[in-house]
């Protein structure tokens, strides 16, 4: 696996007794937070990067069709296979280098736990397998904090004193991978020193152990682009929560709406509206406030929040698709809407300054982004300290498949393309911000055996930074 000599020797030596040491460095606790945030079905298959004597796999074998079990160590492997004899869906590989044995897209996912300190590149490892993973899959790490227990190098071979979560995180972005999340397991690894020549307070460590998790991109939004530029250039088009050729909710946009605000919007916004919800209801608007409408398309929810914030306020818009912009333009200027600009813009890259806006709303568009992740902190950037930001949304209640995932051009049907309810909100809290409301509809609808649905969140940006436990 690329490791150094002393730690291939350290492992070697090691192997008939490791899984007695590591039930006292760490618990199931870990292995548990990666597979959760694995999004795993059991038609998929699982990589198992540096997985000694099978801990990872004993926890992944049941869950999936196949898991492709790697170690550098000989002696290791020999351990796994006896530990893991009663699983026929394992198959086991000898990885020396930094180029793992699977072709490019591979696997549906690819752990590794407490293998990152090991690796004498930790950036390259973590683009090693990103490269196996198949569009729309997880990579999913676990390992140490950053911590100063500089004996670790000397008594168990360890190359990296733990990691910096930023740095983590920047590690898996800079290897391509959207939704990240750098989370807390919950767990610490405890271990203590053999040797006399260690500081008696040094000598007792107790680590945190960070879940790291992120998805290979697929690229779709030149798709839902496409999609999106096509009905504002038709007048029409499948709404998003409408049933496009699944079993998803019917639609949901009657009686969302008052009629007293559905009259008080220009007909040419109203009847293209493609949310599935009223994130306005949630909003508490009051005059004066700074609202921007991510995902806009003609206008609907921008023209209400106008209503709210009155003429000495202002919303801003922001749509990547010129027809749709063209479109919601037009009806601002024609029905006198002067405190209503529109803005060419994705979600992931706000044209907005820091901290200048009071609320920002958004209805069924963020599953449309491939990054929420990066959505997400978008908006908490923007937003000002208090500010608050208002959903409305379709998500899951579990993974949607591989082959649903990779259907790019079904996302426009803002189906493919949603998360599970539970890595949605998670997205939303890894930005800063703070969830003070969640709310599910009564419409449901079902694909690839999940519950479809819109959800309404209400999160609202702190005072002051915030951080997890470490």
């Known amino acids: 696996m690329s490791m150094t000599q002393a730690s291939s020797q350290y492992f070697e030596k090691v192997a008939g007794e490791w899984d007695s040491l590591r039930s006292g460095y760490f618990t199931e606790v870990v292995r548990q937070a990666a597979i959760d945030h694995a999004s795993l079905r059991s038609e998929m298959s699982a990589a198992d990067v540096g997985a000694g004597t099978g801990f990872l796999s004993a926890g992944l074998a049941p869950l999936v069709k196949t898991v492709h079990l790697l170690d550098g160590s000989s002696a290791m492997l020999d351990v796994a296979r006896r530990n893991l004899a009663a699983f026929s869906n394992i198959r086991y590989h000898h990885a020396e280098s930094a180029a793992l044995p699977l072709p490019d897209g591979a696997v549906d996912a690819a752990l590794a736990n407490m293998y990152l300190h090991h690796c004498p590149d930790p950036q390259a490892a973590i683009r090693e397998m990103a490269r196996i993973v198949a569009p729309g899959g997880r990579v999913v790490i676990t390992d140490l904090d950053t911590h100063t227990h500089a004996w670790m190098k000397e008594e168990m071979a360890d190359v990296w004193l733990g990691f910096d979560r930023a740095q983590i995180r920047a590690w898996f972005e800079a290897a391509g991978l959207v939704n990240v999340v750098v989370d807390c397991t919950g767990q610490s690894c405890c271990t203590e020193s053999d040797s006399d020549a260690v500081s008696a307070g040094d000598r007792s460590a107790k680590i945190s152990v960070f879940v790291a998790a992120g998805t290979v991109p697929l690229a779709a939004h030149q798709d839902v682009k496409q999609a999106y530029g096509a009905i504002a250039s038709e007048g029409g088009g499948c709404h998003c929560s409408c049933d496009c050729g699944s079993t998803a909710p019917a639609p949901v946009n009657d009686g969302i709406y008052t009629d007293e605000e559905m009259a008080a919007v220009p007909g040419e916004a109203a009847g293209l509206s493609l949310g599935c919800g009223n994130p306005l209801a949630l909003a508490e608007l009051k005059p004066g ?11 609907m929810d921008a023209f209400l929040a106008a209503r709210a914030v009155g003429p000495q306020g202002k919303v801003i818009g922001v749509d990547p698709t010129p027809a749709m912009l063209e479109r919601a333009r037009a009806a601002a200027q024609k029905h006198g809407f002067s405190q209503v600009s529109f803005r060419e813009g994705r979600a992931e890259a706000l ?21 929420k992740g990066r959505a997400f902190r978008e908006a908490a950037r923007v937003l000002k300290p208090g500010g ?21 051009a079904g996302w426009a049907d803002c189906l493919n393309g949603a998360l599970s309810e539970g890595e949605y909100l998670d997205l939303i809290r890894q930005a800063g911000l703070q969830i003070a409301a969640s709310r599910r509809s009564a419409n449901e609808g079902h694909m690839d055996g999940c519950a479809v649905y819109s959800l309404q969140v209400l999160a609202v940006k702190p005072a002051a930074k915030s951080c997890c436990c470490q």
Do not use: F, H, Y
């Open 289 to 299: 406030l700074t609202v921007v409408d991510i995902g806009s398309g003609a206008g």
């Open 351 to 371: 044209p907005l300054e820091d901290a200048c806006v009071d609320v920002i709303t958004s209805n069924c568009v963020i599953n449309l982004t491939e990054d």
């Open 388 to 408: 608050k930001l208002v959903l409305s949304d379709m998500v899951t209640d579990r993974p949607l498949s591989m082959a649903t995932r990779q259907n790019a």
